[in-house]
Each structure stands twice: as C-alpha cells, then as structure tokens.
C-alpha cells in the first residue's frame, strides 16, 4: 500500500536531486524541468504577514532568521519527515549532507549564511533553493516552500527593481499548475488588501489551488472578528480558509517552547466565542494535516504525468547524448582509435553522395552528359576549316614541291591542329569533377555529426581530403591529355583509305554536277572543301571516342580514386602522431562540451527520478 510518507518523501528526494543538478524551475529553457513539473506547497505572504511564524507553528521549532525587511531572500525548500515518538528531533541541510543540527538556533544561523553565501551581505535575492529536512515527531509528512515576503516598496541597501524581482520569483512558483498556493494573510488588515491573496486570485482565479491562512486572529481590534472570511462569504475559495494564532512578540522574547504555544493556539480556539465552532478546523496542526493530506493526494493525480514527462525526456536526453558523441579519452590508443572512427564516418557519408544514397554524386554525371559535350560543341572547327585555313595550312605542308597524289601532310597538320582543341573541354572536365568533390567533401564533413564536436579535427581532414583531391585532378588532367595526344600521334588509316573511293565514285560521269576537270583539279576551291570536309569528318569521330573516354579517364583517376583512397595519406600521418598531437585534433568546441555536461547531468536526474519512483509500489 503506497503511504503518505512514501508519495511525500519520494517527491522530496526528487526535488532533491533537481537542486543538486541545477534544476530548480526557471533560467535553461533547453531542457524541460522536472522541477516545475512536481507538486509543491508554496508559501506566499507579505512582509510582516506572519509568514515565518506559521512555518515555525508547523515545525514546532524556532529556526528562521527574523528581522526587519527582507529575511527570506532565497527559497527554502522545507522538507518535514515524521519519525517515531520519543526520537531526537534534527535538522539536515543538502548543502551540508553529512552534518546533523539538533540545535536549532544553529539552523538559523546557517540558513542566513548560507543566504549571504550566493546573495553577499546585501539584499538582493537568488532563485537558488536552500534545502532543509526536519526529522522530528511533532511534524507530519509535508513539503513546503517558503518564498521571499511580497514588499510594496524598496527600502535602503535594496535595487529599485527588487518589488518586481520578488514578485517574479514568487510568481514564478505560484503560477506552475502542479503547485499549491498557501496564501497567508493577517486578520488584522482588509483583507481586501492582501498581497498574498491579490497573487492568488491573479494565477489561480478559481481559487481550486489556493489555501487561505489567516492569521493575527488574536490582534484584531476589539468587537471584531474574521468569520466572514473563515467562513467563505467574504471571499471563497475551494479550499477551507484556515486560521492561526501564533505567538506574539512576548512570547517570541521569552522563548516560549512551540509546543506550550500550540497548546495555547488549541485553548485560545476552544474557548472562543467567535471561533469556538470552528475550533476543530483551525491551528497551525490542524493546517499541517489538512496541507499534507491534500499534497498526498495532488502526487498521487500528477505521478502519471510526471511519468510520462520523464520517460519523455530521457528519451530525448539520450538521442541528444548520441549525437553529442561520448566524452574524449585521454590514452593515445583511445584517441587514435576516435579518430579512425570519425574518419571513416566522414568517408561513408561521402561515398554515399557519390554512390547516390544522398544528393551531389549526380552533378557529376551532369558533367559528362552536359558540360562535356556541350564544350565540344563550341570548339572553333568552323574557323580552322574555312575554306582560307585549309589552303593555307595544304599550301605550307606542301612547301616548295607541291603534293602528288593526296596533301598527306595537309590533312595530318589539320588534323592535328584540330585535335589541340581537344585539350581545353578535357582539362576543363577534369577540373568541374573536382569542384564537384571539393563541394562534396565540405557538405559531408557538415552532415557528419560526430564530427562537431572537433572543429580542428574538421579543418585537418577537409585539407587532407583537399590536397588528395588535387593529385587525383592532375592525374585525371594527365590522363585524358593523353587521350587526346593519342589520338592525335596516331590516326586511324582505314577511315582515309575510304576517301579514294568515295573521290572515284563522286567522279563517275554518271553523277550530276560533277566533272572530270573537277576531279582531276586538285587546287579548285572544291578540292580543297573537300579536304576540309574529310578532315571535319575524322574530326567528329574523334569527339565522339572522346566522348566516351574522358569520362572513363576522370572517373577512373579522380571519383575511383576519391572513393577508394581519399584520407589513406591522412590515415599515415595520423598513425605517427603523438599523444599530444592527437589530443589537439580532438580540442573540443567548449560550447559543446557544456552541452553535453548539462545533458549528462539533466539524464542522471531523470534516471534517478525514474528509479525513485520505480523503487515506490503504487497501490490503490
């Protein structure tokens, strides 16, 4: 059977841990907080409402700084543990988790240094929570939160904004839909006026959340009394309005015990003539069980969801820690082993860009089905074939003894002139496949995750990949050089022994238009487009093996290359580094080391939380 102590003290231990991990609501919007998401009692009053005196009422114990202005400048998480009668009453703080105080005044002194220890001697105030558990067997199971009083103005040695900042931080836990609003008002002022219940109504409008406390019974003025109010007509809430009398400032000088107080708070009810009929449901006791009882029940509505949000987060948590990566090692054998590792996740994810399992690998073919054929297109045969050009070029071949039969070294001077053309689109292709893989290799270093965390690591295989880029280039450039010198030192002779033929049969006086003067004329303007016109012939043919070979050439040299051998040089040099050297490759970026610090940090909460409750049998 789940008990209150059970659901109470595992919400204790939870919020806990928030604080010892940071978590205390507020401040890191990146990580969902578990802290917000936990049912709390918030303690909410103005100054001199009474506020510490009724947390002192539900202790049984002095042990808060008193004073004038701001005492209360951070949150006091006030964490009550029951324990069997007869056992010593003693106090622990999470700060200092292997001292126990069984001297209370000690407290108090420690809950004002530890104060002045985030704020200073000034009066500023800190969302910064101070724990404190009390195991005593006058107090029942409950957590509360006491927070710093409301104040209307600002008073010396204060900022001009610290109105607004109390408000704020106040605010900031009262308006949490899992937090219980305990409003504490005096009985002595309107109550029309309180601070307490204006921040009530503003974030809780139905009054479903809220408490009423009132306090100062005792005080107001002659004739008078609060009944209005403890009775709901004045102003209603859900909740039954509790009343309090506390001690007064005598009492407080003559160290009265709290336990004599409370029995003077139950005689004070039991006799009043005002309040005697509500006697059974008034006093600091009666709030400590109403307030516990109610706590109990709240976690048990909201454990589900507090389920759910840390099943959720851890998820993500974990997601994020995988894409983090693991913390760096420090043993060379360690850090080598990194880095082979992040390598070849960089070399994957390049090879499936060009394989085509992601985008890019294609441009490349569009070089070959585009750029290529298209720059042979443009290549100026028309000019080195005009009609000038190639008497020219026959005439200088010729020199002083004009051809017999054929300008042999006519046509092999065109043609390799022609040729030469050739060069530009082939070194020009060469040189588009590489920016193809330079760009290649700059978006895969980007999508390689694991990688961000070294941007050293990143600028030292980028140039490696570059530099290796560059000598598969000049071998492709060499290579489909070669294809073209090729071409040009070696004509192929069966496609000009056609010529002869085709001269004879285009001179057979059977055929229109064509004379036997002509054919015989071999320095007719005819003669020589013919020329023009095998050489152009010879020269398509060329284009189109060409076509077909640069892109072979280019693949085979630089995409082969790329693919098979990208960072084998890097991985060399990597392998003669020292330790130090392989550490300054893995120099982390810091900001990503924060992240994955909080991260940590943020999964061991919720773990913990999970285990915590997990540890907890829920029975209905």
């Not at 851890?314 to 080598?336: F, K, T, Y």
């Not at 399992?357 to 294609?362: F, I, K, L, S, V």
Request: proline share 4%; hydrophobic share 35%.
């Amino acid at each position: 059977m789940t008990t209150m102590e059970s659901l109470i003290g595992l919400v204790n231990r939870i919020q806990r841990a928030c604080t010892m991990l940071g978590d205390y609501g507020g401040g890191d919007n990146a990580f969902s907080s578990l802290w917000e998401a936990l049912p709390s009692v918030a303690v909410v009053g103005g100054q001199s409402s009474g506020k510490s005196s009724v947390l002192e009422s539900v202790v049984g114990r002095d042990f808060l700084p008193r004073g004038s202005g701001i005492v209360t400048r951070r949150p006091l998480v006030l964490q009550l543990h029951k324990t069997e009668d007869g056992s010593q009453e003693y106090a622990e703080f999470l700060h200092l988790p292997k001292r126990r105080f069984t001297d209370f005044s000690m407290v108090r002194k420690e809950i004002q240094d530890e104060t002045d220890r985030v704020t200073g001697k000034t009066k500023q105030i800190s969302p910064i929570p101070i724990h404190l558990s009390i195991y005593s067997p006058n107090v029942v199971n409950l957590t509360l939160i006491d927070l710093p009083g409301l104040t209307k103005v600002a008073v010396e040695g204060q900022p001009d904004t610290i109105v607004e900042d109390i408000e704020s931080m106040v605010r900031s836990y009262v308006e949490k839909p899992n937090s219980v609003i305990l409003a504490i008002s005096p009985a002595n002022q309107d109550i029309a006026t309180s601070d307490a219940m204006k921040l009530a109504r503003e974030v809780d409008p139905t009054g479903e959340r809220t408490f009423g406390v009132l306090t100062k019974l005792d005080l107001m003025d002659k004739g008078t009394n609060a009944l209005d109010v403890l009775e709901g007509r004045s102003y209603r809430l859900q909740h039954p309005w509790v009343g309090i009398v506390n001690r007064s400032q005598a009492d407080i000088n003559r160290n009265i015990d709290m336990i004599v107080a409370r029995r003077k708070e139950r005689e004070y009810f039991a006799t009043s003539p005002d309040y005697g009929h509500l006697a059974g449901k008034m006093g600091s006791e009666y709030l400590a069980k109403l307030l516990s009882k109610h706590l109990e029940s709240v976690i048990r509505s909201r454990i589900p969801s507090i389920t759910s949000l840390i099943n959720k987060s851890i998820e993500e948590l974990e997601s994020e820690m995988d894409h983090l990566g693991r913390p760096i090692a420090v043993d060379a054998a360690a850090q080598l082993y990194t880095i082979l590792e992040l390598c070849r996740a960089f070399d994957r994810i390049f090879k499936e860009h060009l394989d085509g399992g992601r985008a890019g690998g294609d441009r490349i073919y569009g070089v070959f089905d585009n750029q290529l054929p298209a720059a042979l297109r443009k290549l100026p045969f028309d000019r080195h074939l005009s009609l000038q050009n190639v008497k020219k070029v026959v005439s200088e071949a010729d020199g002083y003894q004009p051809h017999l039969i054929a300008p042999e070294q006519g046509y092999r001077r065109l043609i390799e002139g022609s040729l030469s053309y050739f060069r530009g689109p082939a070194e020009a292709s060469a040189d588009a496949v590489h920016f193809v893989l330079k760009e290649l290799v700059r978006k895969s270093i980007g999508e390689t995750q694991e990688l961000k965390r070294f941007p050293t690591l990143q600028a030292e295989i980028a140039a490696a990949a570059n530099e290796a880029l560059e000598r598969f280039r000049d071998e492709g450039k060499k290579t489909v050089i070669r294809l073209v010198d090729m071409e040009a030192s070696y004509l192929t002779v069966e496609f000009f022994r056609k010529l002869p033929q085709e001269v004879e049969k285009a001179g057979n006086p059977g055929n229109s238009g064509y004379t036997a003067s002509q054919a015989v004329d071999r320095y007719s303007d005819g003669h020589f487009r013919r020329i023009g016109s095998n050489v152009s012939s010879y020269v398509g043919m060329v284009s189109e093996t060409l076509r077909n070979t640069i892109p072979k050439a280019i693949v085979y040299c630089q995409v082969r290359e790329a693919k098979l051998s990208l960072l084998n040089h890097f991985y060399t040099q990597i392998g003669r580094k020292e330790a130090k050297q392989l550490g300054q490759l893995l120099d982390e970026d810091p900001a990503m080391m924060e992240r994955r610090l909080q991260c940590a940090k943020r999964l061991e909460l919720y773990k913990a939380a999970r285990d915590e409750i997990d540890s907890v049998s829920w029975a209905r």
